[in-house]
Nanobody
Framework: QVQLVESGGGLVQPGGSLRLSCAAS????????LGWYRQAPGKQRELVAV???????NYADFVKGRFTISRDNAKNTVYLQMNSLKPEDTAVYYCNAARTYGLGRTDYWGQGTQVAVSS
């Protein structure tokens, strides 16, 4: 079983920054995908940013130029640096790690960390 523990959420004013961290209980080299999703009240969970390879990243259009995903393989940790935060970024942010097997996929999720952007 894989455990993912997020940290770094909180309340921030519009235009501010936060850095989320996600520590994995196993080496992150074993995952085919590693990244962040978010879910706002009344909305579906959506992709924010993800590593689809050791260095290959994919970002949602609404965070391009503002958020940066990074990883520290030695610490088995993935980060999400969020700058120029907007009220619409308010959501619970979830860390996700996935392994793929042909057409199959196993997803692991963290417990989520709340991000609130408000003045």
């Amino acid at each position: 079983q894989v455990q993912l523990v997020e940290s770094g959420g909180g309340l921030v004013q519009p235009g501010g920054s936060l850095r989320l961290s996600c520590a994995a209980s196993r080496t992150i080299f074993t995952f085919n995908a590693l990244g962040w999703y978010r879910q706002a009240p009344g909305k579906q969970r959506e992709l924010v940013a993800v590593f689809t390879g050791a260095r290959t990243t994919n970002y949602a259009d609404f965070v391009k130029g503002r958020f940066t995903i990074s990883r520290d393989n030695a610490k088995n940790t993935v980060y999400l640096q969020m700058n120029s935060l907007k009220p619409e970024d308010t959501a619970v942010y979830y860390c996700n790690a996935a392994r793929t097997y042909g057409l199959g996929r196993t997803d692991y999720w963290g417990q989520g960390t709340q991000v609130a952007v408000s003045s």
